[in-house]
């Protein structure tokens, strides 16, 4: 038996297929993804219970500025309220027509661009808006010359009806075109300020016959009546006339005769009782609208306390009241006009 106590031999055996502690399969494995699981369950309902809160918080912010916002509004809008019911009471004098505080604003504007040549003078410009606030606006503003102050005029009697006379007929298409809305004609003049003295001499001896001051001026002979006007503004109940043209400059220009006269007699026309029309004449230092607006529209009417040295201002009467034999009272318009 020799042999068997000889070289041993040494089996390795396998490892067994039973799971030992530490595999993949062992119950301490089981734990830890029981535990992952519950982490990742646990930490899913903190971040979505973040992101709820996160939510409600600006839900909630927005919905304070909306608040906010519409509490501000209701402030600001009680304020214009107020705003408007006091500016409502400052303007009640000036009727519908445009805010006090605007006019004001655009007769000085005006004014100070009045000391630029070619310019009405500052103080022509507020004597002129003065008289029609004080008349009132809105009115019917009839104005015999187009320039540089057109537009002021138009605004200033916003909601009002104002018509404007020229001679050019050119100039009269071109403000057209660049001040839509506005109403503006033509007139062709037959005088020159060189006929002044021979018209105003027939114009005194026919004043009882076709140079009356009531009369149809559309079937007037006088040849200082403007009688080529569009009908309708022969029916116009004018508040306020603005003699500012023709030309009257040089011998040859048409001269404002027949303005001013026409302007006396629009006014005398009017039916209402105790109608007055506002006539203002600018270049009033001239001889010719001296003299014409003394002899046509009487230096009894004149308003003094609001007339420059450059503009007159006129205050003329219609009505059953009106002298129809002679255009003034007193000693008579030749003594009157001879000084």
Same mark, same amino acid.
């Given at each position: 038996?020799?042999?068997? /106590?000889?070289?041993?031999?040494?089996? &390795?055996?396998?490892?067994?297929?039973?799971?030992? =502690?530490?595999?993949? /399969?062992?119950?301490?494995?089981?734990?830890?993804?029981?535990?992952? *699981?519950?982490?990742?369950?646990?930490?899913?309902?903190?971040?979505?219970?973040?992101?709820?809160?996160?939510?409600?918080?600006?839900?909630?912010? *927005? #919905?304070?500025?909306?608040?906010?916002?519409?509490?501000?509004?209701?402030?600001?809008?009680?304020?214009?309220?107020?705003?408007?019911?006091?500016?409502?009471?400052?303007?009640?004098?000036?009727?519908?027509?445009?805010?006090?505080?605007?006019?004001?604003?655009? *007769?000085?504007?005006?004014?100070?661009? $009045?000391?630029?040549?070619?310019?009405?003078?500052?103080?022509?410009?507020?004597?002129?808006?003065?008289?029609?606030?004080?008349?009132?606006?809105?009115?019917?503003?009839?104005?015999?010359?187009? #320039? /540089?102050?057109?537009?002021?005029?138009?605004?200033?009697?916003?909601? $009002?009806?104002?018509?404007?006379?020229?001679?050019?007929?050119?100039?009269?298409?071109?403000?057209? #075109?660049?001040?839509?809305?506005?109403?503006?004609?033509? *007139?062709?003049?037959?005088?020159?300020?060189?006929?002044?003295?021979?018209?105003?001499?027939?114009?005194?001896?026919?004043?009882?016959?076709?140079?009356?001051?009531?009369?149809?001026?559309?079937?007037?002979?006088?040849?200082?009546?403007?009688?080529?006007?569009?009908?309708?503004? @022969?029916?116009?109940?004018?508040? &306020?006339?603005? &003699?500012?043209?023709?030309? $009257?400059?040089?011998?040859?220009?048409? =001269?404002?005769?027949?303005?001013?006269?026409?302007? #006396?007699?629009?006014?005398?026309?009017?039916?209402?009782? /105790?109608?007055?029309?506002?006539?203002?004449?600018?270049? @009033?230092?001239?001889?010719?609208?001296?003299?014409?607006?003394?002899?046509?529209?009487?230096?009894?009417?004149?308003?003094?306390?609001?007339?420059?040295?450059?503009?007159?201002?006129?205050?003329?009467?219609?009505?059953?009241?009106?002298?129809?034999?002679?255009?003034? =009272? $007193?000693?008579?318009?030749?003594?009157?006009?001879?000084?």
């Amino acid at each position: 038996m020799k042999g068997l /106590g000889g070289q041993k031999v040494l089996l &390795v055996h396998s490892s067994s297929n039973k799971p030992s =502690g530490g595999g993949p /399969g062992s119950p301490a494995m089981g734990r830890r993804r029981v535990w992952l *699981v519950v982490f990742l369950a646990l930490f899913a309902c903190v971040s979505l219970a973040s992101m709820l809160s996160s939510a409600r918080d600006a839900s909630s912010a *927005v #919905g304070g500025r909306r608040r906010a916002s519409a509490a501000v509004a209701k402030v600001a809008a009680s304020t214009a309220k107020k705003g408007r019911r006091g500016d409502a009471a400052a303007d009640a004098a000036l009727g519908p027509g445009l805010p006090g505080y605007v006019f004001d604003a655009l *007769v000085q504007y005006a004014a100070v661009g $009045g000391n630029t040549s070619g310019s009405m003078p500052a103080a022509d410009v507020r004597a002129i808006a003065a008289a029609l606030k004080r008349r009132g606006t809105p009115c019917n503003l009839l104005v015999f010359g187009l #320039g /540089g102050e057109t537009p002021l005029w138009r605004a200033l009697n916003h909601g $009002g009806r104002t018509v404007f006379l020229d001679e050019n007929q050119w100039y009269v298409s071109h403000l057209e #075109g660049r001040h839509p809305g506005l109403e503006a004609y033509d *007139v062709a003049y037959t005088t020159t300020v060189r006929e002044f003295p021979d018209l105003l001499e027939a114009a005194r001896a026919a004043r009882a016959a076709e140079c009356r001051p009531v009369q149809n001026l559309l079937f007037s002979d006088c040849r200082l009546a403007i009688n080529d006007l569009p009908n309708h503004l @022969y029916d116009v109940a004018w508040d &306020v006339i603005l &003699v500012d043209g023709p030309r $009257g400059y040089t011998a040859s220009s048409p =001269g404002r005769m027949s303005a001013i006269f026409t302007a #006396g007699v629009l006014a005398r026309a009017r039916k209402e009782e /105790g109608a007055a029309t506002d006539v203002l004449v600018h270049d @009033y230092e001239r001889e010719v609208e001296r003299a014409c607006s003394r002899e046509f529209l009487c230096e009894e009417n004149r308003e003094k306390e609001t007339s420059t040295r450059s503009l007159a201002h006129f205050v003329v009467r219609g009505g059953s009241a009106v002298r129809r034999e002679a255009f003034c =009272g $007193g000693t008579g318009s030749t003594a009157t006009a001879a000084q």
